[in-house]
Protein backbone atom coordinates (compact mmCIF):
# COMPACT_ATOMS: atom_id res chain seq x y z
CA UNK A 1 0.00 0.00 0.00
CA UNK A 2 1.47 3.02 -1.09
CA UNK A 3 1.84 6.04 0.91
CA UNK A 4 2.57 9.71 0.26
CA UNK A 5 5.85 10.66 2.31
CA UNK A 6 3.98 12.91 4.85
CA UNK A 7 4.80 13.00 8.50
CA UNK A 8 2.16 10.52 10.82
CA UNK A 9 1.97 10.16 14.82
CA UNK A 10 2.55 6.22 15.88
CA UNK A 11 0.58 5.08 18.82
CA UNK A 12 3.17 5.66 21.27
CA UNK A 13 3.03 9.45 20.76
CA UNK A 14 5.86 9.33 18.08
CA UNK A 15 6.08 10.66 14.74
CA UNK A 16 6.86 8.35 11.86
CA UNK A 17 7.11 9.44 8.23
CA UNK A 18 5.25 7.76 5.31
CA UNK A 19 8.16 5.54 4.40
CA UNK A 20 8.22 4.19 7.87
CA UNK A 21 4.03 3.41 7.58
CA UNK A 22 4.79 1.77 4.75
CA UNK A 23 7.92 -0.59 5.44
CA UNK A 24 5.55 -1.25 8.95
CA UNK A 25 2.81 -2.45 6.48
CA UNK A 26 4.82 -4.32 3.81
CA UNK A 27 6.71 -5.88 7.16
CA UNK A 28 3.18 -7.07 7.97
CA UNK A 29 2.14 -8.46 4.77
CA UNK A 30 5.48 -10.23 4.55
CA UNK A 31 4.94 -11.60 8.03
CA UNK A 32 1.25 -12.79 7.58
CA UNK A 33 1.13 -13.54 3.93
CA UNK A 34 -2.02 -11.01 3.55
CA UNK A 35 -2.56 -9.20 0.39
CA UNK A 36 -3.46 -5.50 1.05
CA UNK A 37 -5.93 -3.51 -1.29
CA UNK A 38 -7.65 0.12 -1.47
CA UNK A 39 -11.27 0.38 -2.92
CA UNK A 40 -14.12 2.44 -1.45
CA UNK A 41 -12.70 4.70 0.80
CA UNK A 42 -10.90 1.64 2.96
CA UNK A 43 -7.81 -0.57 2.68
CA UNK A 44 -8.64 -4.36 2.82
CA UNK A 45 -6.12 -6.68 4.79
CA UNK A 46 -6.79 -10.22 3.42
CA UNK A 47 -10.17 -11.57 2.42
CA UNK A 48 -9.46 -14.20 1.71
CA UNK A 49 -6.13 -15.18 3.89
CA UNK A 50 -3.46 -17.42 2.70
CA UNK A 51 -4.25 -20.91 1.99
CA UNK A 52 -8.43 -20.50 2.97
CA UNK A 53 -10.25 -22.88 1.25
CA UNK A 54 -13.92 -23.02 1.20
CA UNK A 55 -16.58 -20.29 0.90
CA UNK A 56 -15.90 -16.87 3.34
CA UNK A 57 -17.08 -17.30 6.84
CA UNK A 58 -20.61 -16.93 7.43
CA UNK A 59 -23.05 -13.87 8.97
CA UNK A 60 -22.50 -12.76 11.95
CA UNK A 61 -18.34 -13.28 12.60
CA UNK A 62 -17.65 -10.01 11.95
CA UNK A 63 -17.61 -7.25 14.42
CA UNK A 64 -17.21 -3.55 14.31
CA UNK A 65 -14.49 -1.41 14.97
CA UNK A 66 -14.96 2.20 15.61
CA UNK A 67 -13.50 5.20 16.95
CA UNK A 68 -9.89 3.93 16.22
CA UNK A 69 -7.59 6.43 17.12
CA UNK A 70 -5.96 7.98 13.54
CA UNK A 71 -2.85 7.53 14.22
CA UNK A 72 -2.78 3.53 14.51
CA UNK A 73 -2.52 1.45 11.47
CA UNK A 74 -2.46 -1.51 10.80
CA UNK A 75 0.85 -3.22 11.57
CA UNK A 76 -0.65 -2.07 15.33
CA UNK A 77 -3.85 -2.95 14.98
CA UNK A 78 -3.85 -6.71 13.11
CA UNK A 79 -2.01 -8.39 16.31
CA UNK A 80 -4.05 -7.00 18.92
CA UNK A 81 -7.20 -8.87 17.28
CA UNK A 82 -5.56 -11.70 16.47
CA UNK A 83 -5.62 -12.51 19.83
CA UNK A 84 -9.13 -12.89 19.38
CA UNK A 85 -8.76 -15.70 16.70
CA UNK A 86 -8.09 -16.16 12.76
CA UNK A 87 -8.71 -13.29 11.19
CA UNK A 88 -10.52 -13.63 7.27
CA UNK A 89 -10.74 -9.91 6.40
CA UNK A 90 -9.59 -6.33 8.21
CA UNK A 91 -11.08 -3.56 6.90
CA UNK A 92 -9.71 -0.39 7.68
CA UNK A 93 -11.58 3.15 7.00
CA UNK A 94 -9.80 6.17 6.22
CA UNK A 95 -11.07 8.43 8.51
CA UNK A 96 -10.82 7.91 12.03
CA UNK A 97 -11.76 9.69 15.31
CA UNK A 98 -9.57 10.06 18.37
CA UNK A 99 -11.29 8.37 21.15
CA UNK A 100 -11.75 5.24 22.71
CA UNK A 101 -13.01 2.30 20.44
CA UNK A 102 -15.92 0.66 20.47
CA UNK A 103 -16.59 -2.60 19.26
CA UNK A 104 -20.01 -4.39 18.73
CA UNK A 105 -21.45 -7.08 16.83
CA UNK A 106 -21.30 -5.92 12.95
CA UNK A 107 -24.73 -6.20 11.45
CA UNK A 108 -24.14 -8.50 8.27
CA UNK A 109 -27.50 -6.30 6.71
CA UNK A 110 -28.17 -7.26 3.22
CA UNK A 111 -31.45 -5.50 2.84
CA UNK A 112 -32.29 -2.21 2.06
CA UNK A 113 -35.55 0.04 2.71
CA UNK A 114 -36.53 1.70 -0.55
CA UNK A 115 -39.51 4.30 0.05
CA UNK A 116 -41.58 7.05 -1.92
CA UNK A 117 -42.34 4.22 -4.83
CA UNK A 118 -45.47 5.03 -6.67
CA UNK A 119 -47.99 2.23 -5.01
CA UNK A 120 -49.39 1.24 -8.40
CA UNK A 121 -46.04 -0.57 -8.57
CA UNK A 122 -46.15 -4.24 -8.45
CA UNK A 123 -43.47 -6.26 -6.99
CA UNK A 124 -42.27 -7.42 -10.63
CA UNK A 125 -42.11 -3.92 -11.88
CA UNK A 126 -39.92 -2.86 -8.66
CA UNK A 127 -37.50 -6.15 -8.74
CA UNK A 128 -37.01 -5.49 -12.77
CA UNK A 129 -36.21 -1.96 -12.47
CA UNK A 130 -33.98 -2.39 -9.00
CA UNK A 131 -31.92 -5.18 -11.26
CA UNK A 132 -31.53 -2.82 -13.72
CA UNK A 133 -30.00 0.22 -11.41
CA UNK A 134 -27.81 -1.89 -9.15
CA UNK A 135 -26.28 -5.78 -8.94
CA UNK A 136 -26.67 -8.51 -6.86
CA UNK A 137 -30.58 -8.36 -6.21
CA UNK A 138 -32.16 -11.54 -4.68
CA UNK A 139 -35.80 -10.44 -3.73
CA UNK A 140 -37.83 -7.42 -3.10
CA UNK A 141 -40.81 -7.78 -0.98
CA UNK A 142 -43.45 -5.12 -1.24
CA UNK A 143 -47.12 -5.12 0.87
CA UNK A 144 -50.76 -4.33 -0.20
CA UNK A 145 -51.47 -1.36 0.96
CA UNK A 146 -54.17 -1.89 3.93
CA UNK A 147 -57.04 -0.11 2.33
CA UNK A 148 -56.52 -0.92 -1.46
CA UNK A 149 -55.20 -4.33 -1.92
CA UNK A 150 -54.54 -3.70 -5.56
CA UNK A 151 -51.63 -1.13 -4.50
CA UNK A 152 -48.51 -1.49 -2.40
CA UNK A 153 -47.57 0.35 0.52
CA UNK A 154 -45.25 2.87 -0.91
CA UNK A 155 -42.21 1.26 0.33
CA UNK A 156 -40.26 -2.26 -0.55
CA UNK A 157 -37.36 -3.97 1.39
CA UNK A 158 -34.72 -5.01 -2.03
CA UNK A 159 -32.34 -8.10 -0.37
CA UNK A 160 -29.00 -8.39 -1.60
CA UNK A 161 -26.45 -11.51 -2.23
CA UNK A 162 -24.11 -9.85 0.02
CA UNK A 163 -23.47 -7.21 2.55
CA UNK A 164 -21.29 -5.74 0.20
CA UNK A 165 -23.68 -5.74 -2.93
CA UNK A 166 -26.21 -4.04 -0.40
CA UNK A 167 -24.06 -1.15 0.27
CA UNK A 168 -22.83 -0.78 -3.07
CA UNK A 169 -26.61 -0.16 -3.83
CA UNK A 170 -26.89 2.04 -0.76
CA UNK A 171 -24.22 4.27 -1.96
CA UNK A 172 -25.50 4.17 -5.56
CA UNK A 173 -28.93 5.10 -4.18
CA UNK A 174 -28.49 7.26 -1.36
CA UNK A 175 -27.89 11.04 -2.98
CA UNK A 176 -31.44 11.48 -3.11
CA UNK A 177 -31.28 12.95 -6.09
CA UNK A 178 -31.82 9.29 -7.87
CA UNK A 179 -35.55 8.39 -9.56
CA UNK A 180 -37.53 5.68 -10.18
CA UNK A 181 -40.29 6.06 -12.66
CA UNK A 182 -39.96 9.85 -12.24
CA UNK A 183 -39.51 9.57 -8.43
CA UNK A 184 -37.42 10.88 -5.90
CA UNK A 185 -36.59 7.72 -3.80
CA UNK A 186 -35.48 7.18 -0.11
CA UNK A 187 -33.19 4.93 1.10
CA UNK A 188 -32.04 3.41 3.90
CA UNK A 189 -30.72 0.10 5.75
CA UNK A 190 -33.44 -1.60 6.50
CA UNK A 191 -33.82 -2.28 10.42
CA UNK A 192 -32.18 -5.30 10.84
CA UNK A 193 -35.10 -8.00 12.72
CA UNK A 194 -33.91 -9.81 15.87
CA UNK A 195 -33.14 -13.30 16.10
CA UNK A 196 -35.43 -15.40 18.21
CA UNK A 197 -33.61 -18.20 20.05
CA UNK A 198 -34.95 -21.88 18.88
CA UNK A 199 -35.56 -23.06 22.45
CA UNK A 200 -38.11 -19.75 22.69
CA UNK A 201 -39.88 -20.40 19.58
CA UNK A 202 -40.77 -24.09 19.96
CA UNK A 203 -42.90 -22.41 22.79
CA UNK A 204 -45.00 -20.10 20.73
CA UNK A 205 -48.48 -20.98 20.18
CA UNK A 206 -49.64 -17.38 18.70
CA UNK A 207 -50.11 -17.01 15.07
CA UNK A 208 -49.25 -13.32 13.36
CA UNK A 209 -51.88 -12.73 10.22
CA UNK A 210 -51.42 -10.24 7.93
CA UNK A 211 -52.82 -9.07 4.83
CA UNK A 212 -56.10 -8.62 6.04
CA UNK A 213 -59.29 -6.73 4.93
CA UNK A 214 -59.94 -3.61 7.25
CA UNK A 215 -63.40 -4.67 7.70
CA UNK A 216 -62.53 -7.84 9.04
CA UNK A 217 -63.53 -8.43 12.62
CA UNK A 218 -61.83 -10.57 14.81
CA UNK A 219 -65.22 -12.93 15.39
CA UNK A 220 -65.05 -13.71 11.87
CA UNK A 221 -61.18 -14.19 12.03
CA UNK A 222 -61.78 -16.35 15.09
CA UNK A 223 -64.62 -18.68 13.33
CA UNK A 224 -62.00 -18.97 10.37
CA UNK A 225 -59.10 -20.49 12.62
CA UNK A 226 -61.60 -22.55 14.25
CA UNK A 227 -63.15 -24.09 10.80
CA UNK A 228 -59.97 -26.60 10.82
CA UNK A 229 -60.56 -27.98 14.45
CA UNK A 230 -63.17 -26.18 16.40
CA UNK A 231 -62.37 -24.53 19.90
CA UNK A 232 -58.94 -24.20 19.35
CA UNK A 233 -59.14 -20.65 19.22
CA UNK A 234 -58.45 -18.98 22.88
CA UNK A 235 -58.69 -14.97 21.47
CA UNK A 236 -57.78 -12.99 18.67
CA UNK A 237 -56.25 -9.30 18.58
CA UNK A 238 -56.76 -7.38 15.63
CA UNK A 239 -54.34 -4.19 14.47
CA UNK A 240 -55.73 -2.59 11.23
CA UNK A 241 -54.76 -4.92 8.48
CA UNK A 242 -52.89 -7.86 10.61
CA UNK A 243 -53.75 -9.42 14.23
CA UNK A 244 -52.59 -12.01 16.36
CA UNK A 245 -54.11 -15.50 16.88
CA UNK A 246 -53.58 -17.19 20.71
CA UNK A 247 -54.16 -20.85 20.66
CA UNK A 248 -54.99 -22.97 24.21
CA UNK A 249 -52.15 -25.55 22.36
CA UNK A 250 -48.92 -24.93 20.36
CA UNK A 251 -49.66 -28.23 18.05
CA UNK A 252 -53.27 -26.77 17.29
CA UNK A 253 -51.25 -23.43 15.87
CA UNK A 254 -48.94 -24.94 13.97
CA UNK A 255 -51.44 -26.69 12.29
CA UNK A 256 -53.66 -23.80 11.73
CA UNK A 257 -50.42 -22.40 10.28
CA UNK A 258 -49.93 -24.85 7.92
CA UNK A 259 -53.97 -24.96 6.90
CA UNK A 260 -54.72 -21.23 6.67
CA UNK A 261 -51.40 -19.63 5.48
CA UNK A 262 -52.78 -18.42 1.40
CA UNK A 263 -56.38 -18.49 2.12
CA UNK A 264 -59.08 -16.08 1.82
CA UNK A 265 -61.02 -14.04 4.26
CA UNK A 266 -63.63 -11.58 2.96
CA UNK A 267 -61.57 -11.33 -0.48
CA UNK A 268 -58.38 -11.19 0.45
CA UNK A 269 -55.25 -13.24 0.89
CA UNK A 270 -53.85 -13.60 4.52
CA UNK A 271 -50.26 -14.67 5.19
CA UNK A 272 -49.62 -16.55 8.56
CA UNK A 273 -46.70 -16.97 10.51
CA UNK A 274 -45.78 -18.16 14.04
CA UNK A 275 -45.34 -14.48 16.06
CA UNK A 276 -41.80 -14.09 17.42
CA UNK A 277 -42.09 -13.40 21.09
CA UNK A 278 -40.47 -10.09 22.44
CA UNK A 279 -37.85 -9.45 24.37
CA UNK A 280 -39.15 -9.05 27.67
CA UNK A 281 -36.55 -6.52 29.07
CA UNK A 282 -36.98 -4.17 26.13
CA UNK A 283 -38.75 -1.02 26.71
CA UNK A 284 -40.48 -0.90 23.00
CA UNK A 285 -42.42 -4.10 22.04
CA UNK A 286 -42.71 -3.91 18.19
CA UNK A 287 -44.63 -5.43 15.43
CA UNK A 288 -44.03 -5.26 12.06
CA UNK A 289 -46.38 -1.75 11.36
CA UNK A 290 -45.75 -0.11 14.81
CA UNK A 291 -44.96 -0.38 17.96
CA UNK A 292 -46.27 -0.47 21.64
CA UNK A 293 -44.70 0.66 24.87
CA UNK A 294 -45.08 -1.28 28.00
CA UNK A 295 -47.46 1.56 29.05
CA UNK A 296 -49.90 1.13 26.25
CA UNK A 297 -49.81 -2.43 26.10
CA UNK A 298 -53.14 -3.19 28.59
CA UNK A 299 -54.37 -0.40 26.70
CA UNK A 300 -54.41 -1.75 23.11
CA UNK A 301 -55.79 -5.32 24.62
CA UNK A 302 -52.59 -6.91 25.07
CA UNK A 303 -52.47 -9.80 27.83
CA UNK A 304 -51.09 -8.57 31.11
CA UNK A 305 -47.94 -10.96 32.67
CA UNK A 306 -50.21 -11.93 35.26
CA UNK A 307 -52.76 -13.75 32.39
CA UNK A 308 -50.58 -17.08 32.51
CA UNK A 309 -50.34 -16.84 28.91
CA UNK A 310 -47.32 -16.00 26.97
CA UNK A 311 -47.08 -12.44 26.10
CA UNK A 312 -46.56 -12.42 21.92
CA UNK A 313 -46.64 -9.47 19.61
CA UNK A 314 -44.74 -10.24 16.37
CA UNK A 315 -43.72 -9.27 12.94
CA UNK A 316 -43.49 -11.59 10.05
CA UNK A 317 -39.69 -13.05 9.35
CA UNK A 318 -39.20 -11.20 6.29
CA UNK A 319 -40.10 -7.64 7.12
CA UNK A 320 -38.67 -4.38 9.18
CA UNK A 321 -39.52 -1.38 9.63
CA UNK A 322 -38.14 2.57 8.48
CA UNK A 323 -38.94 6.13 9.43
CA UNK A 324 -38.52 7.44 6.20
CA UNK A 325 -41.04 5.71 3.94
CA UNK A 326 -44.87 5.84 3.30
CA UNK A 327 -45.15 3.32 6.88
CA UNK A 328 -44.21 3.81 11.03
CA UNK A 329 -41.25 3.41 12.33
CA UNK A 330 -40.01 0.60 14.77
CA UNK A 331 -36.50 1.47 16.80
CA UNK A 332 -36.75 -1.17 19.77
CA UNK A 333 -34.58 0.44 21.98
CA UNK A 334 -32.60 3.27 22.52
CA UNK A 335 -29.08 3.10 24.32
CA UNK A 336 -29.62 5.59 27.34
CA UNK A 337 -25.97 5.79 28.28
CA UNK A 338 -24.13 8.47 29.09
CA UNK A 339 -20.50 9.10 28.08
CA UNK A 340 -18.17 11.51 29.91
CA UNK A 341 -17.72 15.17 28.47
CA UNK A 342 -14.12 15.83 27.81
CA UNK A 343 -13.07 19.29 27.89
CA UNK A 344 -12.37 20.65 24.23
CA UNK A 345 -14.89 18.31 22.60
CA UNK A 346 -16.37 20.28 19.72
CA UNK A 347 -19.93 20.31 19.99
CA UNK A 348 -22.23 20.83 16.30
CA UNK A 349 -25.75 22.60 16.63
CA UNK A 350 -28.07 19.92 14.80
CA UNK A 351 -31.16 19.69 13.80
CA UNK A 352 -33.25 16.85 15.28
CA UNK A 353 -34.57 16.02 12.10
CA UNK A 354 -31.05 15.32 10.45
CA UNK A 355 -30.48 12.42 13.42
CA UNK A 356 -31.86 8.56 12.55
CA UNK A 357 -35.03 6.93 13.82
CA UNK A 358 -32.89 5.11 16.96
CA UNK A 359 -31.80 8.54 19.24
CA UNK A 360 -35.72 9.01 19.74
CA UNK A 361 -37.49 6.75 22.29
CA UNK A 362 -40.77 8.80 22.29
CA UNK A 363 -43.77 8.03 20.24
CA UNK A 364 -44.39 11.68 19.78
CA UNK A 365 -41.39 12.24 18.69
CA UNK A 366 -41.52 9.50 16.20
CA UNK A 367 -44.42 10.96 14.81
CA UNK A 368 -43.38 14.06 14.47
CA UNK A 369 -39.80 12.95 12.59
CA UNK A 370 -42.83 10.48 10.96
CA UNK A 371 -44.08 13.59 9.50
CA UNK A 372 -40.86 16.31 8.78
CA UNK A 373 -39.66 12.78 6.77
CA UNK A 374 -42.62 12.51 4.29
CA UNK A 375 -42.90 16.43 4.03
CA UNK A 376 -46.03 16.55 6.06
CA UNK A 377 -46.89 19.73 8.62
CA UNK A 378 -46.21 19.01 11.92
CA UNK A 379 -49.27 16.38 13.86
CA UNK A 380 -51.69 18.60 15.68
CA UNK A 381 -53.19 17.30 19.28
CA UNK A 382 -56.49 18.25 20.16
CA UNK A 383 -57.49 17.50 24.35
CA UNK A 384 -60.82 15.48 25.06
CA UNK A 385 -61.86 14.73 28.56
CA UNK A 386 -64.64 12.95 29.96
CA UNK A 387 -65.14 10.98 33.41
CA UNK A 388 -65.29 7.78 34.72
CA UNK A 389 -67.64 6.30 37.30
CA UNK A 390 -65.34 6.81 40.33
CA UNK A 391 -64.94 10.26 39.08
CA UNK A 392 -61.36 9.81 37.67
CA UNK A 393 -60.90 12.29 34.49
CA UNK A 394 -60.10 10.75 31.43
CA UNK A 395 -58.13 11.85 28.64
CA UNK A 396 -57.67 11.26 25.05
CA UNK A 397 -55.91 13.08 22.72
CA UNK A 398 -57.20 13.24 18.70
CA UNK A 399 -54.14 13.84 16.19
CA UNK A 400 -54.33 15.64 12.73
CA UNK A 401 -52.36 15.33 10.24
CA UNK A 402 -52.57 17.94 7.59
CA UNK A 403 -51.75 17.87 4.05
CA UNK A 404 -51.44 13.55 4.01
CA UNK A 405 -52.33 13.23 0.46
CA UNK A 406 -53.11 15.62 -2.13
CA UNK A 407 -53.82 18.34 -0.03
CA UNK A 408 -56.15 16.07 2.44
CA UNK A 409 -55.99 15.73 6.06
CA UNK A 410 -56.35 12.71 8.73
CA UNK A 411 -57.78 12.29 11.98
CA UNK A 412 -56.54 9.45 14.61
CA UNK A 413 -57.91 8.96 17.74
CA UNK A 414 -57.26 5.91 20.35
CA UNK A 415 -60.06 4.27 21.19
CA UNK A 416 -58.84 3.93 25.15
CA UNK A 417 -58.62 6.58 27.65
CA UNK A 418 -55.79 7.81 30.03
CA UNK A 419 -55.61 9.13 33.52
CA UNK A 420 -52.42 11.39 32.45
CA UNK A 421 -51.47 14.13 29.87
CA UNK A 422 -48.24 12.39 28.61
CA UNK A 423 -49.78 9.38 28.31
CA UNK A 424 -52.52 10.22 26.55
CA UNK A 425 -50.23 11.85 24.28
CA UNK A 426 -48.31 8.90 23.92
CA UNK A 427 -50.87 6.71 23.13
CA UNK A 428 -52.59 9.07 20.59
CA UNK A 429 -48.70 8.92 18.96
CA UNK A 430 -48.35 5.19 19.20
CA UNK A 431 -52.00 4.74 17.39
CA UNK A 432 -51.38 7.32 14.48
CA UNK A 433 -48.23 5.78 13.41
CA UNK A 434 -49.78 2.29 13.89
CA UNK A 435 -52.41 3.84 11.56
CA UNK A 436 -50.27 5.42 8.87
Known amino acids: MHEENKAAPNGCGKIRSGNQSEAALLALMEKTGYSMVQENGQRKFGGPPPGWKGPPPPRGCEVFVGKIP ?12 KRAGKI ?3 RLMMEFSGKFIGVCVSLDNCRLFIGAIP ?3 KKEEILNEMKKVTEGVVDVIVYPNATDKTKNRGFAFVEYESHRAAAMARRRLIPGTF ?8 VDWADPEKEVDEETMQRVKVLYVRNLMISTTEDTIKAEFNKFKPGVVERVKKLRDY ?21 CIDGANIEVTLAKPVNKEGTWKQHFNGQISPSSENLLGFPNKEDGHQKSLGKPASLSVRLNGQHS ?3 PEVERCTYPFFPGIKLTPISIYSLKSSHFSSAAMHLDYFCNKNNWAPPEYYLYSTTSQDGKVLLVYK ?12 YFMPDKLCTTVESAKELAAQFTLLHL
Not at 70 to 81: C, G, I, S
Open 70 to 81: RDMYEDELVPVF
Open 399 to 410: VLIPGIADGSQS
Open 119 to 121: KEK
Open 329 to 331: PGP
Open 179 to 186: QLWGHTIQ
Open 243 to 263: AFVHFFHRDDAIAAMSVMNGK
Open 88 to 90: YEF
